[in-house]
DNA sequence: TGAAATGTTGGGGCG
DNA sequence: ACGCCCCAACATTTC
């Protein structure tokens, strides 16, 4: 007789505790057999075995299967699709439900679909929640039913709608004990699912209340420790975005503007899935993008002869994650100074950056390359040595990732800033009219 | 969540 | 005292 349990599938949502799905999975009635799926769909797609972000899911696992293992029960981890992993569970449980949080980006649907097609035939409900945003793709529309495409009006809408209930945690500590009792699992190495150890730092998911209450101070100063840095841990979810909205609400709004910002985005791709790929205003593809390849070259390694666009890049390379001021920096130079596609450079975050999520980076290219809904006008164009006076004046962040880097003998700058200009706004401008 | 070009104003040097 | 020029400082417009 086999034995009758809800699955709980873990996927951006890496923490036990205010975790929706799980906790509807923990108040299903069966005993809840937790899961996670690395998923030879995406995982085939990488380049290389040293990837940052699989190394951080492996060690995330690591603990939270520790964490189950303390509460008699354990993580199964899977190597494979998820369509062969649930063909599998199926032969030997008796799977009653699976129960997952929801994931909005154009993939996830697609797969999802398949696995509730899959479970139905199988007589197995597919339950999903609401956990990674505050509110959801039609949640907060304009009066007339349409979702917004400009962000001042959205955040209105959004303040005004939110309140204790869409803030408050899932309990699910209180139904621990309805986790499937299971012996210790096998859990395979990263080498054993085909990747490497990397340098990847595991941040702390403590908040720092002192970073969020200085937050406008000190945000756009890239040498300093003022962002909140936490973009990492809501992307993997061992963060819960209520928790974090809750403390930004009671302590500065300015901060939590930023985490409408992440709802923002997320709404928008929804709506709007022609983004991916495309400009959100089709006029911006009729852009002549230059093709310059050893100019992107040298912006991808950081050696392009402007000190704050090298040292952001190199951060990138380095470490995985750039402050917000300088990715802005490092967005306009590629498309305004170098009048690259934004796309290449939307692609190079997406294989670079730990926080990497779909939504905010392509929306943040579009507002950088003014193609986007609500985004910088076209002739805004950052001038590096500006940006470096007024957010690096010190030089201390430019030293920090540009070690070689002395004013007299620095390389020369791969484009004129005038020139690039100029000639950034004479092609927008044709493309435009 | 820009920057550059252009316009205006006003103080000071000077004839 | 006055006009003229220069130019910094600030404001407005333009891209």
């Known amino acids: 007789m086999k034995q009758e349990v809800s699955v709980f599938w873990f996927r951006r949502d890496l923490r036990l505790d205010d975790n929706a799905g799980l906790y509807h999975a923990l108040r299903s009635g069966n005993s809840v057999l937790p899961i996670f799926i690395f998923d ?32 008699g029960s354990d993580l199964l981890v899977f190597h494979g699709t998820p369509l ?19 994931d909005y980006e154009p993939y996830a649907c697609e797969r999802d679909k398949r696995i509730e097609e899959l479970l139905n035939e199988n007589g197995a409900s597919f339950q999903t929640f609401k956990d990674q945003c505050i509110f959801e793709k039609d949640e907060v529309l304009k009066d007339d039913g349409k979702p917004y495409t400009v962000y001042t009006p959205y955040s209105k809408k959004w303040k005004e709608k939110v309140n204790a209930f869409y803030l408050s945690s899932y309990p699910t500590e209180k139904y621990f004990g309805n986790l499937l009792k299971l012996e210790t699992a096998n859990f395979q190495s990263l080498e054993e699912i085909g990747f490497e150890k990397t340098d990847v730092e595991i941040p702390s998911s403590e908040v720092e209340l002192d970073i969020i209450k200085n937050y406008h101070d000190t945000r756009d100063i890239p040498s300093i420790h003022g962002t909140s840095r936490l973009s990492v841990q809501l992307r993997f979810g061992t963060i819960s975005i209520r928790k974090l909205s809750r403390m930004a609400q009671e302590t500065n709004g300015k901060f939590l503007n930023e985490l409408i910002w992440r ?11 022609h983004v991916v790929g495309g400009a959100f205003k089709p006029q911006y593809d009729q852009i002549a993008w230059e093709r310059n390849e050893k100019h ?138």
């Open 40 to 71: 030879e769909n995406i995982l085939s797609k990488l380049e290389g075995k040293a990837d940052k972000r699989v190394d951080f899911i492996h060690r995330t696992l690591e603990q939270l299967k520790a964490q189950l293992q303390n509460l």
């Open 84 to 102: 062969e992993v649930y063909k599998k569970l199926l032969s030997e449980y008796s799977l009653k439900a699976v129960f997952t949080n929801h």
């Open 263 to 273: 709802d923002f985005y997320m709404m928008i791709l929804w709506h709007f899935p």
């Open 296 to 433: 992107f070259e040298a912006w991808c390694k950081g050696e392009t002869g402007y000190p704050i666009v090298d040292a952001g890049m190199r951060e990138l390379n380095e470490t995985g994650w750039m402050h917000n001021r300088v990715r802005m920096v490092v967005a306009s130079f590629l498309t305004k100074h170098l009048l690259l596609d934004w796309r290449w450079g939307e692609a190079y975050f997406a294989k670079k950056l730990l926080d990497f999520e779909l939504s905010s980076n392509n929306g943040g290219w579009q507002w950088a390359a003014g193609s986007g809904c609500d985004a910088a006008p076209y002739f805004r164009v950052f001038n590096p040595d500006l940006q470096t006076q007024k957010f690096d004046p010190q030089l201390k962040y430019i030293k920090k990732w540009v070690p070689d880097f002395q004013e007299l003998t620095y390389p020369r700058p791969i484009v004129d800033h005038k020139f690039a200009r100029e000639r950034a706004l004479d092609r927008y401008k044709s493309a435009l009219k």
